[in-house]
């Protein structure tokens, strides 16, 4: 199983990115959760957000909630995590990461980071003030 994690960049304050997760390797019969995490220099991995297989259950760090979205589509094996209204803070290199849950459930929503199997190399997200 690979993740390929993209989308970040330089971007002001205010402004929003899309990050994308390309997820491969899992059977078509295969139900996964992903979750996306971020790491700021000098500070520990924290969750950002994370979406069930099916994509009806949600859950995000209160930090991000009413600013970022995420979604998926499972004809394309990826998901996105759009953050609108990004603030200096949000500066870090997010990670996503999968977790199979075919034994679990489609909403099965894993919330700590102990709980993934798999994980991107990330992308560098970099927001001015």
């Known amino acids: 199983v690979q993740l390929q994690a993209s989308g970040g960049g330089l971007v002001q304050a205010g402004g929003s990115l899309r990050l994308s997760c390309v997820v491969s390797?899992?059977?078509?019969?295969?139900?996964?959760?992903i979750g996306w995490f971020r790491q700021a220099p000098g500070k520990e991995r924290e969750g950002v957000s994370c979406v069930s297989h099916s994509g009806g259950s949600t859950d995000y760090a209160e930090s991000v909630k009413g600013r970022f979205t995420i979604s998926r589509d499972n004809a394309k094996n990826t998901v996105y995590l759009l953050m609108n209204n990004l603030r200096h803070e949000d500066t870090a290199v997010y990670f996503c990461a999968a977790r199979p849950v075919t034994n679990v459930g489609t909403e099965y929503l894993p919330e700590d980071e102990n709980d993934y199997d798999y994980w991107g190399q990330g992308t560098q997200v970099t927001v001015s003030s």
């Open positions: 390797g899992f059977s078509s019969r295969d139900y996964y959760a």
